[in-house]
């Protein structure tokens, strides 16, 4: 699983754009799925032992179950993850690393750290 770097345009309010780059890894289906399990793994190694806390069992059995559903669910629709990315904000210049979701799909709505306006990463076409 090497990253690949991926260019992207940041774009705010104004008609201003600037640049960033992101290191995406694409996963192939396996390791989606054993990504998936292994969070769901965790899962149940913390709620195993509270299932045997009397009355607790109830509430922790569907929630473990819950969660690891939506753990692996979501780790099999999420084939490119972003591990990094760095760019600048268009409005204030605050050259910042964003926060990504666990899905990379683009386009994509950061904040800035700094100003904290809304932000847009989109594919790379402006000439810089
Ligand atoms: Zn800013």
Redesign the pocket.
């Known amino acids: 699983m090497l990253a690949h770097p991926v260019d992207l345009d940041v774009t705010g309010y104004g008609v201003r754009h600037s640049s960033a780059q992101a290191s995406v890894v694409h996963y192939n289906f396996m390791p989606r799925l054993l990504r998936g399990l292994e969070r769901a793994v965790l899962v149940w190694v913390v709620a195993i032992p509270l299932m045997f806390i009397p009355f607790l069992a109830i509430l922790v059995l569907p929630a473990a179950i819950g969660l690891s559903v939506y753990l692996i669910y979501s780790r099999m629709h999420a084939p490119d993850v972003a591990r990094a990315c760095k760019g600048t904000?268009p409005?204030?210049g605050?050259e910042q690393a964003f926060d990504l979701p666990l899905k990379f799909e683009l386009p994509l709505d950061v904040e800035?750290a700094?100003?904290n306006?809304e932000l847009r990463l989109e594919e790379h076409h402006f000439a810089n």
């Open positions: 904000c409005d204030c605050f800035c700094r100003c306006r």
